[in-house]
T-cell receptor, first 112, second 113 residues
Framework: DQQVKQNSPSLSVQEGRISILNCDYTNSMFDYFLWYKKYPAEGPTFLISISSIKDKNEDGRFTVFLNKSAKHLSLHIVPSQPGDSAVYFCAASANTGNQFYFGTGTSLTVIP | NAGVMQNPRHLVRRRGQEARLRCSPMKGHSHVYWYRQLPEEGLKFMVYLQKENIIDESGMPKERFSAEFPKEGPSILRIQQVVRGDSAAYFC???????????FGPGTRLTVT
């Protein structure tokens, strides 16, 4: 049962434009969300997080938006750079434990 | 500050052999997590450990898999009598007390022939 879903397996964006990666979840108990970036043959790298008490968190070019009623979060990257090309995973956790549920990832390609 | 270390990076085992994967968490981190990534899939939680304690092993297969995090030394994920379906990338992550962010190692790619 996939509790965290990333329905777009891939996304291509022109350099300088905005990249929007989406993530949906089904468990209403999830209250902490993270985005990770992963290059081939490497481990995921933590990017940005958001707790359920917020609806937006910003860090440089990265902004995460959370819509609790829709059980949806998104990661915005502005402006997109070629070095952002990687697979992006969203992950969610309920406060009762430290187990994170990961989506299947979206492969972002930023075209120079 | 060194990141999460995993070794070996690549491991080849024949069916029926044992695989031992090691993970050294970041300095100051006392929580360790193991995840498995099958081809074309996301990361699946396996087990969460603190020093000398298994906190949550709900994602571990009931047979052949075990994990430990001793008082001294790295965390070990052990797979006995490996089968071809165990071929995957195994990632270890660590986090400090009181923080949710998990920091991942580079992974061990296990191939069972």
């Amino acid at each position: 049962d996939q509790q965290v879903k990333q329905n777009s397996p891939s996304l291509s964006v022109q350099e300088g434009r905005i990249s929007i990666l989406n993530c949906d979840y089904t468990n209403s108990m999830f209250d902490y969300f993270l985005w990770y970036k992963k290059y081939p043959a490497e481990g995921p790298t933590f990017l940005i997080s958001i707790s359920s008490i917020k609806d937006k968190n910003e860090d440089g070019r990265f902004t995460v938006f959370l819509n609790k009623s829709a059980k949806h979060l998104s990661l915005h990257i502005v402006p997109s750079q070629p070095g952002d090309s990687a697979v992006y995973f969203c992950a969610a956790s309920a406060n009762t434990g430290n187990q994170f549920y990961f989506g299947t990832g979206t492969s972002l390609t930023v075209i120079p | 500050n060194a990141g999460v270390m995993q070794n070996p990076r690549h491991l080849v085992r024949r069916r029926g052999q044992e695989a031992r994967l090691r993970c050294s968490p970041m300095k100051g981190h006392s929580h360790v997590y193991w995840y498995r990534q099958l081809p074309e899939e996301g990361l699946k939680f396996m087990v969460y450990l603190q020093k000398e304690n298994i906190i949550d092993e709900s994602g571990m297969p009931k047979e052949r898999f075990s994990a430990e995090f001793p008082k001294e030394g790295p965390s070990i994920l052990r797979i006995q009598q490996v089968v071809r379906g165990d071929s995957a990338a195994y990632f270890c992550a660590s986090s400090p007390v009181g923080r949710y962010e998990q920091y991942f190692g580079p992974g061990t790619r296990l191939t069972v022939t």
